[in-house]
């Protein structure tokens, strides 16, 4: 029996990619020392290295080019447990899966660059609905592969809970980890409260 091919973005895909979060870095960056009123689209594009109508093909506001880079520890997060076995993940599973997209994902300076944009977003409504709009995409995709893996049978109900609550935890967690100025390993760490919260949380039976 043939295997599926895996289909690979290509180069101009990869490099589309690589632009979209050298601009998310970029803008996360300078959100972080400055704050969103401060700074200008054509600062992040200048910063970026690429023309304004660049910056404006990748993002419609400079708000929205952070976007990437919110989004893809639980762009991992939702990988891993979609290529895991064919059936709901245990609450163990939950958490690993989670650690993995965290520790397997952000360098050190991604990490303080993420801690002092979500601390910005305290004073912040658009970057903020930005942050919300990114966990509840997250949490609709997950409840999409959780449904996936249960089948027809599943309780609907308890689909829709276990992905607000595995969603919601991870962002309690990191919102909490900024808030505090935890640090980025051992105990106050994005690991250590992500765990902590899914734990007390038994985002599955």
Known sequence: MSA????????????????RMDIARTAARLFAEHGTAAVTAEQIASESGVAL???YRYARTKEESVEPMLAAG??????????GPHRLPTPTEFEAAAVRSLTLGDSPEDLEITRGLLQAM???????AIWHRTNLEAEY???????SLAGAQADPI?????????????????EIWAAEG???EGEGSPV???ERCMRRLHVSD
């Not at 308890?158 to 990191?174: E, K, N, P, S």
Request: net charge positive; aromatic share 4%.
């Open 4 to 19: 599926h091919p895996i289909l690979r973005p290509t180069l101009a895909e990869r490099r589309k990619q690589e632009t």
């Open 53 to 55: 109508r660049t910056f």
């Open 74 to 83: 639980a762009q991992r997060w939702l990988a891993d447990i979609a290529a």
């Open 122 to 128: 305290e004073t912040d409504p658009a970057l903020r």
């Open 141 to 147: 995709e997950l409840h999409r592969i959780l449904s």
């Open 158 to 174: 308890r689909l829709r809970l276990t992905a607000a609550v595995a969603a919601g935890a991870i962002r309690v967690a990191l």
């Open 182 to 184: 935890g640090s980025a």
């Open 192 to 194: 250590d409260l992500v």
